[in-house]
RNA sequence: ACAUUUAUGGUGUAAUGGAUAGCACAAGAGUCUUCUAAACUCUAAGUUCAGGUUCAAAUCCUGAUAGAUGUACCA
């Protein structure tokens, strides 16, 4: 229970005890640093209620919850500001509330069943930037529900066919010559990538010879012979072409394996994978079931199509007139498949904000097909990843590309520790860990800091900052207290009663105690930031702590005990929060 | 054209309708014979514009301006 649903209780007896009132919500918020007092109530929405002087009912209310609530030990007034002083019992006790539970935090499980999608690559080129954001985002906010009382299940949905695919493998078929990671040492999903944009570079290398022929770029386009190749190479795997289906068997196997390379730098995993390729079918079914109960109707060329416009949306399309699937034939499918497969409750998709139109149709659609559990799906939007220079493209090279930017993240760790040169004698294999665990802190926390609904530039000539407000800055903290935690001697007893914390422990308390509800706040928003954020705080207070108070030179031995504890909390919710972001804490940095 | 979304010091960001708008980077001034200075302390600088609602507006409403995205038989 919180402080402020215990205050809650109380002044609901109180009101209905003095006013016969029945009052529900009460406005709470941090006292301002200025004035005293640790909590404070915000009286004038109560004078809804009850007709009075705002600063005469908080007199009355103070007095009250002075007197009846333990917890409590002081007020004072200011204008409608009721400030209330915490008692100092009451602020300890925080502590052993703490250290006593490694899972300090964690909601108790509301018997809800959650799937989050999120990553959900293209099987033609590597990871970018933007996938970058996605994962760190969808991973950290499925942690974060599962820690708020869900039972998550993580997936991702692989678009593994398509012409964009076919692509890849027909420039590879051409110019390849049975070129494998194996052969060329290169990581499977830059090798398919490779000949992804070598099939783009032929494309327009055809239809520039096209036009110096005299076609328009419109008929150049149409007559490029390639891609008639590549079209026809889908029709061939649709058909189920051996040759082609063994083909894309092995080019996608090559791009899994990069993928999960990626996967393990990031720190990330999945529960369960979908294909689109087995779910576009069972789509189909359901918009053949729709058309027939009149959800649906069918246009003269055969194409069906969903009328949305009394919801004040558009038609859009369901199936193509050849009766081939779109993307939306094949998310029905997909959402519909997990359902049964997990019997979910509830359903996040991570995907960026470019599709917001997609998923407000979907849910639409789901919904008019009569799946109830459709009220329960949310899209998690997010902002684009842009450069300074525009949108990033693959097929024109100005990509940022995933492993190559995780990289560089745990070379400039490597180079700013050695400047530091505060890890000598430290093992070297210990050391290597310890730069992807900085770079990679560095990079997660600059994008979770941010709401996700904004749009990031990302420079990376600039690169990530380590100081400041950053994912480094909070990991020294927690490696600086680890330090301290090694040169305690912790006591065999210790009466623990009689101290009283001082101001910058107080507030460290303070800020400790609120961990809780953050976790459910940031589970009601979906919001990674609002744990970046708080720990950012955290460790803010602390470092002030740490940097004006001495710990192991206190003046007393229970003194010494009770930083020495405070340190230890402080560094455990750290390093729970942390653990939310996906992000790692070292020992030592 | 319509829809969605964003707009806070030089830059990047924070603020369940609540007190004097918080923080970092960059700028300036300090702090290492004492627990790790990737830190701490201090200074300077900000709510796009015009109306409205409210005891109280960065926050809600209306309009304007600027950017992003979307309204594809692409995914």
């Not at 964690?106 to 989050?116: A, D, E, W």
């Not at 830059?190 to 327009?204: M, P």
Request: aromatic share 12%; charged share 25%.
């Amino acid at each position: 229970m919180t402080i402020q649903s215990l205050l809650a209780s109380q002044l609901q007896t109180f009101f209905t005890q003095e006013f016969q009132k029945d009052i529900q919500s009460f406005e709470f918020q941090q006292t301002r640093k200025e004035f005293v007092g640790d909590i404070t109530l915000v009286v004038f929405p109560l004078l809804r209620h009850i007709k009075t002087n705002p600063a005469v009912l908080a007199e009355k209310i103070g007095e009250y919850l002075t007197s009846n609530v333990k917890e409590i030990e002081g007020f004072n007034v200011i204008k409608g500001f009721l400030n209330l002083e915490l008692s100092s019992a009451y602020l300890s006790d925080v502590l052993n509330k703490i250290v006593e539970n490694p899972e300090f935090g964690k909601l108790p499980s509301n018997g809800k069943r959650l799937m989050v999608e999120f990553s959900s690559p293209n099987t033609n080129k590597p990871l970018h930037l933007g996938h970058i954001r996605n994962i760190t985002l969808g991973y950290s906010v499925s942690k974060i529900m599962a820690f708020a009382g869900y039972e998550v299940f993580k997936t991702q949905i692989i678009n593994d066919r398509g012409i964009h695919i076919c692509k890849s493998m027909l420039a590879w078929q051409k110019f390849g010559n049975g070129e494998t990671p194996e052969s060329s040492g290169m990581k499977g999903d830059h090798l398919v990538g490779k000949y992804y944009v070598e099939f783009d570079k032929a494309y327009k290398k055809e239809i520039k010879s096209l036009v110096d022929n005299g076609l328009t770029e419109k008929e150049a386009k149409a007559k490029a012979s390639i891609l008639a190749q590549a079209q026809q190479m889908l029709k061939a795997w649709e058909n189920g072409d051996e040759e082609v289906v063994s083909l894309w068997k092995t080019m996608n196997s090559w791009v899994y394996d990069g993928f999960e390379k990626t996967y393990q730098t990031l720190g990330v995993d999945f529960d369960k994978n979908y294909y689109e390729s087995e779910t576009y079918l069972l789509g189909k079914e359901n918009i053949v079931d729709g058309l027939e109960r009149g959800i649906f109707y069918k246009k003269e060329d055969g194409s069906v199509w969903i009328d949305l416009s009394d919801e004040g949306l558009d038609e859009k399309i369901v199936l193509r007139a050849d009766g081939t699937a779109v993307y939306m034939t094949q998310d029905i499918g997909t959402a519909i498949k997990r359902v049964d497969d997990y019997n979910i409750d509830n359903m996040i998709y991570t995907v960026g904000n470019e599709q917001d139109y997609h998923f407000k149709v979907l849910f639409l659609i789901l919904k008019k097909l009569g799946y109830d559990w459709a009220e329960n799906l949310f899209h998690l939007s997010y902002g684009m990843v842009d450069l300074p220079t525009g949108k990033m493209k693959s097929r024109e090279g100005t990509v940022v590309d995933a492993d190559d930017l995780m990289e560089d993240m745990t070379k400039t760790a490597q180079q700013i520790s050695e400047e530091h040169g505060k890890l000598d004698g430290y093992d070297e294999e210990l050391k290597q860990k310890l730069y992807k665990t900085i770079g990679s802190g560095a990079l997660k926390y600059f994008i979770l800091k941010v709401d996700p609904k904004k749009r990031i530039v990302f420079n990376p000539k600039e690169s990530v900052d380590f100081q400041g407000n950053t994912g480094p800055f909070i990991q020294y903290t927690y490696a600086r207290i680890q330090s301290i935690l090694r040169q305690y001697q912790w006591p065999e007893h210790q009466n623990e009663s009689a101290y009283r914390p001082e101001e910058k422990e107080r507030e460290l308390l303070k800020i400790l105690d609120q961990f809780p509800s953050v976790i459910e706040q940031s589970a009601n928003l979906y919001s990674p930031a609002l744990v970046a954020n708080y720990t950012y705080e955290l460790v803010k207070s602390f470092n002030s702590f740490y940097q004006n108070i001495s710990i192991l030179s206190a003046d007393t031995e229970d003194q010494k005990y009770f930083r020495v504890k405070l340190s230890m909390a402080t560094s455990q919710v750290i390093k729970t929060a942390f653990g939310l972001l996906g992000i790692n804490v070292p020992d030592r940095m």
